[in-house]
Structures are given as structure tokens and as C-alpha cells.
């Protein structure tokens, strides 16, 4: 696993993330979180990952600070790759846990049953998303 700094990532597939982005880091900024990095334009982008033996680049939707622990966020609304969506998603389960930081998922109305089913399928149920 390599880091790569201030590469080109394409932007999520569905246009609605981006505004659910803007709203998930306002939630987060009342709720303590600091030096939050967001895949959206006016933060900085958090930092990618490459994945080994491929051109996959993985880039967490949101990372941000609170009592000096790192969270990773991600952003759970409806996708037409939910399996490029679950490879992230593991991805970053497991980073967070290699490294003692924090990995959660966020979502909204409308898209709970999505996320419930998505984190059963890859045996991420214990995770309980933030609806916000």
C-alpha cells in the first residue's frame, strides 16, 4: 500500500454525494471534529491510497481529527458500483484498524436499507452509521 499525495481522483459516480458531503462535515464540525480533509472543493483532499498490483486509487470521503484519533468517513448513498463501494469500504475498515484510528459511515433517509444491506454483505454489521 503506497500514499500518493495530491493525485487526480475522480469524483464519486452519484452528484448528490457532494452536497451530502458539504452537510456530513458541518455535522462533524459541531460534533468536535477538527482539521476535517473532504473530497469536495474548498478542503484539502485527504490523502489516497493505491492499491497494490493495480491503477485503483482509494480516497476516503472525509478525514478529520477529534481527541488526536483519526476517523475516516464515508458516505453512504445509493450506487450504481456498490462493488468498487464495498472494496473501499473494507479497504478502509481494515487501514483504520492496522493503524488504531476510527472508520464510520454516514448516510441519510432514504438510503438506510442501502447501507444496512451493504455493510451485512461485507460482515461490517456491527458498524452503525451516523444518519444524519
Excluded: C
Excluded at 49 to 54: D, E, F, H, P, V
Amino acid at each position: 500500500m503506497t500514499q500518493i499525495e495530491n493525485s487526480e481522483i475522480p469524483k464519486t459516480d452519484n452528484p448528490e454525494n457532494e452536497a451530502f458531503i458539504k452537510k456530513s462535515v458541518s455535522h462533524l464540525e459541531a460534533h468536535g471534529f477538527e482539521n476535517i480533509k473532504a473530497d469536495i472543493e474548498g478542503y484539502d483532499r485527504p490523502k489516497s491510497y493505491l492499491k497494490k498490483g493495480s491503477d485503483t486509487k482509494i480516497t476516503p470521503n472525509i478525514v478529520a481529527l477529534k481527541n488526536g484519533r483519526k476517523y475516516y468517513f464515508e458516505i453512504s448513498l445509493k450506487s450504481e458500483r456498490p462493488l468498487m463501494l464495498k472494496s473501499k469500504w473494507l479497504f478502509l475498515d481494515t487501514l483504520s484498524r492496522m493503524r488504531s484510528n476510527k472508520f464510520k459511515i454516514i448516510t441519510t433517509k432514504g438510503h438506510y436499507k442501502f447501507t444496512d444491506n451493504m455493510l451485512e454483505d461485507i460482515n461490517l454489521s456491527d458498524k452503525v452509521p451516523i444518519k444524519i
